[in-house]
């Protein structure tokens, strides 16, 4: 089950068996505590913990870290060859980005068998007006391959593991040597880019995955050959394991193994681990190919916008959490998909939203309860999702734009504002320098929020513009600044509220 340590209770056996505790890692305490003994008088202390041998046993198998994944039929394959002899340039683009096929040459094969003028119009949707002339002169193959470099993801360059247990951190607190390991750990993660990711939950073979569980299979013998030179700096990094094990599971395994086989002589053999370390992106990858419905072009959409979320969640922070779950659910992004137009999308919005206000009355407001909390937090969850959409599919911006505006007209304000929000986020993310202008000291944003609806947002006297707009044209009000206006001015703020959101939408 998630959550669980893959160290704890049963994957030592008897080392770590530990009656009545109650901690997430009871029986780990005792076991490693034992070590503490092993001291440069100790028998142990001074001999050769590895054996002289030109190989070692693997501490990771890369097919043992990902949940088991088995379907009758993968669909997205016969998908893929259908979407490379079509027309559609974005969807040729992400397919072959994201590469779900056994032979990495299918791309290729189908892109050279195409005619001239389709290679070409695929591969002018990819560069810059400057760059056509150089283009053109490039024969087909080389267009082809032009066509691959560009549609395929830059992975970052891959970096030798470079954190080494040394005599030079013997005055660092375990906690600060724990906290390095697992920004080294976190380091080669980040080198592995989310397409990757999504190969190796399906199944395909990953060699940046390969490579990231050797890495850590080196840290294992670096700390090896450390505790041999150094028999006591063990009492130090068994409270090193400690601090560690809430952070990397592979630095995490690294250690602990390491501290067993010095423990054993050098007999312990590298145990698998009960719990596949990338359980938590690979499984909810997983269901989602077996539970979406099978469509490889919206599927691809859906990854794109699960890219920006990815990043944000594990690579956009000082710290990762290793143990969170990736959260694959976008709700926002399939309305948009099932919508058969902007006005059916804002519809659909507004159907939830009448729902979700239906069930708010004057005391859960006033004491911010359960359903006035779950309000706030879907209106910030709104506005994420529009900011993931429009980063990463950004031809559906005129779409969102559309619905705004029709948002507008039906007086939802509450998923009007959440919108836009989502909109502004954008703009400032697509700001580039182009639009600075240097006399005034000023910067423009792009052209993405409607701007006979910015004044919405304006915060100024806790959104004045909004509050006034609302209280002339009443409809699903923006909850935030009712709720400041309740604290500043009492109960009678909210009687007027409740009487204008009864008030039936055009």
């Not at 060859?81 to 040459?105: M, S």
């Not at 470099?149 to 607190?173: C, H, I, N, T, Y």
């Not at 989502?422 to 006399?439: D, E, H, P, R």
């Not at 009492?490 to 009687?495: D, H, N, S, T």
């Amino acid at each position: 089950m998630y959550g669980v340590n893959p160290y704890e209770k049963t994957i030592f056996g008897p080392i770590f068996t530990t009656a009545g505790d109650t901690s997430p890692y009871p029986a780990m305490d005792n076991g490693m505590d034992s070590l503490i003994s092993l001291t440069p008088q100790s028998p142990l202390a001074g001999s050769t913990f590895i054996p002289v041998q030109s190989t070692y046993p693997s501490l990771f198998r890369p097919n043992a870290e990902r949940p088991r994944f088995s379907v009758s039929y993968k669909w997205w394959e016969d998908e893929a060859t259908t979407v490379l002899w079509a027309f559609d340039a974005g969807e040729i683009q992400r397919v072959i980005r994201y590469g779900l096929f056994p032979d990495e040459n299918l791309p290729r094969t189908a892109l050279q068998s195409r005619n001239e003028s389709t290679v070409d119009s695929f591969l002018f949707t990819l560069v810059q007006p400057h760059e056509r002339p150089f283009i053109a002169n490039l024969s087909h193959v080389q267009k082809v391959e032009e066509i691959l470099r560009r549609s395929k993801g830059m992975s970052p360059a891959l970096v030798p593991w470079s954190w080494f247990p040394s005599v030079v951190s013997r005055e660092q607190d375990p906690g600060a040597i724990a906290k390095a390991i697992d920004a080294e750990s976190r380091l080669h993660f980040t080198r592995i880019p989310f397409e990757e990711w999504v190969r190796y939950s399906l199944g395909y073979r990953s060699i940046l995955v390969e490579s990231f569980l050797e890495e850590h299979t080196k840290l294992f013998h670096y700390l090896l050959n450390y505790f041999d030179a150094f028999p006591e700096e063990l009492k130090r990094y068994a409270e090193v394991e400690k601090h560690l094990r809430r952070r990397s599971p592979f630095a995490h395994r690294a250690l602990v193994q390491s501290l067993l086989t010095v423990q054993s002589g050098g007999e312990h053999r590298p145990p698998l681990s009960p719990v596949p370390g990338f359980d938590f992106i690979a499984g909810p990858i997983q269901r989602l190919f077996k539970e979406h419905p099978p469509s490889l072009t919206a599927i691809l959409k859906v990854l794109c916008v699960l890219e920006v979320r990815f990043e944000r969640m594990y690579l956009h922070i000082p710290e990762m959490d290793w143990y969170e779950r990736f959260d694959t659910t976008v709700t926002f992004f399939e309305d948009v998909l099932a919508s058969t137009s902007a006005v059916d999308l804002a519809r659909t919005l507004t159907t939830t939203d009448e729902g979700h206000f239906s069930e708010l009355d004057e005391r859960d407001l006033m004491t911010e309860g359960p359903v006035a909390r779950q309000i706030i937090v879907e209106w910030h969850t709104l506005s994420m999702a529009v900011w993931e959409v429009c980063s990463a599919l950004p031809d559906l911006i005129p779409y969102i734009q559309e619905c705004v505006q029709t948002l507008f007209l039906i007086r939802n304000y509450h998923s009007l504002t959440a919108m836009l929000n989502g909109l502004q986020k954008y703009s400032i993310l697509a700001m580039t320098f182009n639009n600075v202008n240097s006399a005034t000291g000023t910067v423009t944003l792009g052209p993405v929020l409607p701007a006979d609806l910015f004044y919405l947002l304006n915060p100024f006297h806790n959104y004045l513009a909004y509050r006034q707009q609302f209280h002339e044209a009443p409809g699903i009000p923006f909850l935030l600044p009712h709720i400041r206006e309740f604290k500043q001015h009492g109960q009678g703020v909210l009687r007027q509220l409740f009487q204008e959101i009864q008030i039936p939408l055009p």
